[in-house]
Structures are given as structure tokens and as C-alpha cells.
């Protein structure tokens, strides 16, 4: 960060965006600086600073719910309208998010901008069917699936920013779980398991499952999804899709895990999220 020249806190997203497509060098938005403070990138040129735009908010409307990119992880942690979906599914992970500190610094947008393989907000936002919005010249909406690219990374343009993030409210008529595996509680993800689930007259009818840092991005399992929906969940059917889900991903082996380990971690927690997901209908009715 030491070739940083130039910090700029523009007033409008007009004036944003115009900063990220016209100052010359390379740029980087900034909000908490949680991410940018550890990646210490040498090539950076100056800053975009997005905290006066009015991204924080926490809106909904009878379909959707609303949230600003430079929500704070912390406020969403604390939000009953967020702790509605999939029976507290996002508000466990947000408990898992680093630190107290970090999440009041750390924004949403600020989470998933680069796609991070293990970017804890990613997965649980695949299980809820997200769309991103993006704005540069004009404004365009994505599925959070389509916002990830394959090889790794986002979609998002030089010139363009997250400003907002939207969750269907039929979510809160299923129930969730968040696995999430690492050396301490507020460490980065060895591997981490979403599974969504909602159930109609005693079968599946939607299920979701994402996992964290076992592919270059985030991943939904659509073919373990496939293998639940309209069937009563057994034991044997859970293992089937846990079997599905373990032979889809494709983790590597680093400092913090090896390939094998991460494989196994996987398949354990798709299994005990499942489960999870299940007995809370089974309870409930």
C-alpha cells in the first residue's frame, strides 16, 4: 500500500464511479478496510472512499429484503428482519465473522466484492438466492451465482460498485444451518457448509447447499439439491447427497488443510446440516 497517492471520499455514486473510470493508476474501494489492510497490495494506486454514499441501510418490502453494501456484518448480525431467514441461518454465520471489532468495521459488499473462496458471507448468500446489484454506467442486477466467476473472482467491472444486496423473503419459511470449520472461531474458513431448506406435506420442496473454500469460489452443489427435492429425508438420502457434494468440490491443500481433509470436513457437515435442517421442520409441525 505504500505507492497509495491519492484517498478520495466522493459525496455521490455519480462521483464514485466517474473517480473509478477516469483518476489514472489502479483503484480500490474502501469502507471498513478490513480486507484491503490485510492484503497490503503494493500495486494500488489510491482509494475510493464509499462510507457518504448512503449504502447502510436495512430494508425490506412484502418480496424482498434490502441491504446496502456498506452494511456493517455486525448490524446484520444483530437484525431480527436478518435472523428471519432460514430459521437464524445468517445471523449463526455472522457469529463466526473474525471478531466483534472486525464486524463493525467489515461490510457486506466489502465481503464478497472479490469472491473469496473462503469470503464467509458467500455461501449463505447462495443458499438464499441472492442478486447482486452492480452500478457503473448503468445499473444491472446478477444472481450471486452468475456474480462468481468459475476460475475465481467476480464480475465486477473496474468502473462499477456493489450497491446493493437482495434476499427473497420466501426464505423465511425454510430452516438453515451454517457449518463452518477453522483453526479458532474468528479465523478464515477451512471449509464451510450452507444448507437451506423449506418443506411441503413432509417433502422437500427447495433445498440449497453451498460450501466455502473447497474451489476457487464459493459453490452451490445443484446436483445434491436435486437429489432431496420431493423425497423425505432419510438417513440414506442424506448420505447420497453428501456423497454428491464430496465428489463435486475440489479443495486444495494448504497451510491451513489438506485436499483430503477438507473433503471429509465437507461431507460430515453437508451431512449434519441436512439433518439440522430436517429435524427443525420435524419439530416445528
Known amino acids: 500500500m505504500k505507492n497509495i497517492t491519492a484517498y478520495f471520499t466522493p459525496a455521490t455514486l455519480e462521483e464514485a464511479i466517474h473517480l473509478l473510470r477516469e483518476q489514472?493508476?489502479?483503484?480500490?474501494?474502501?469502507?471498513?478496510?478490513?480486507?484491503?489492510?490485510?492484503?497490503?497490495?503494493?500495486?494500488?494506486?489510491?482509494?475510493?472512499?464509499?462510507?457518504?454514499?448512503?449504502?447502510?441501510?436495512?430494508?425490506?418490502?412484502?418480496?424482498?429484503?434490502?441491504?446496502?453494501?456498506?452494511?456493517?456484518?455486525?448490524?446484520?448480525?444483530?437484525?431480527?428482519?436478518?435472523?428471519?431467514?432460514?430459521?437464524?441461518?445468517?445471523?449463526?454465520?455472522?457469529?463466526?465473522?473474525?471478531?466483534?471489532?472486525?464486524?463493525?468495521?467489515?461490510?457486506?459488499?466489502?465481503?464478497?466484492?472479490?469472491g473469496h473462496s473462503a469470503a464467509d458471507t458467500i455461501p449463505p448468500l447462495l443458499a438464499l438466492d441472492a442478486q447482486i446489484v452492480l452500478r457503473g454506467e448503468t445499473e444491472r442486477v446478477v444472481a450471486i451465482v452468475e456474480f462468481l466467476k468459475p476460475e475465481g473472482g467476480s464480475v465486477i467491472q473496474p468502473h462499477e460498485l456493489i450497491t446493493e444486496i437482495r434476499l427473497?423473503?420466501?426464505?423465511?419459511?425454510?430452516?438453515?444451518?451454517?457449518?463452518?470449520?477453522?483453526?479458532?472461531?474468528?479465523?478464515?474458513?477451512?471449509?464451510?457448509?450452507?444448507t437451506t431448506m423449506i418443506v411441503k406435506e413432509q417433502r422437500c420442496d427447495v433445498a440449497r447447499i453451498a460450501l466455502g473454500a473447497v474451489a476457487p469460489i464459493p459453490v452451490r452443489i445443484p446436483a445434491a439439491e436435486a437429489a432431496l427435492v420431493g423425497q423425505t429425508l432419510t438417513p440414506e438420502l442424506i448420505e447420497q447427497a453428501a456423497d454428491i457434494v464430496t465428489e463435486q468440490i475440489h479443495p486444495l491443500t494448504n497451510f491451513r488443510g489438506s485436499a483430503e481433509f477438507r473433503k471429509e470436513i465437507a461431507r460430515v457437515y453437508t451431512k449434519r446440516a441436512l439433518q439440522s435442517c430436517w429435524e427443525k421442520f420435524v419439530s416445528s409441525s
Open 24 to 114: 489514472p493508476g489502479k483503484g480500490k474501494l474502501i469502507a471498513g478496510g478490513t480486507n484491503i489492510v490485510v492484503e497490503k497490495d503494493p500495486t494500488l494506486d489510491f482509494l475510493v472512499d464509499v462510507r457518504q454514499l448512503g449504502l447502510d441501510y436495512l430494508n425490506e418490502d412484502d418480496e424482498r429484503i434490502y441491504i446496502g453494501a456498506a452494511t456493517h456484518i455486525e448490524t446484520l448480525y444483530r437484525s431480527m428482519l436478518m435472523n428471519s431467514l432460514a430459521s437464524g441461518m445468517f445471523t449463526e454465520m455472522c457469529s463466526w465473522f473474525a471478531s466483534k471489532q472486525i464486524r463493525n468495521m467489515a461490510t457486506i459488499g466489502g465481503n464478497i466484492a472479490d
Open 168 to 194: 427473497p423473503k420466501i426464505f423465511q419459511q425454510a430452516s438453515g444451518a451454517f457449518l463452518k470449520n477453522s483453526k479458532t472461531r474468528e479465523d478464515i474458513s477451512v471449509v464451510s457448509v450452507t
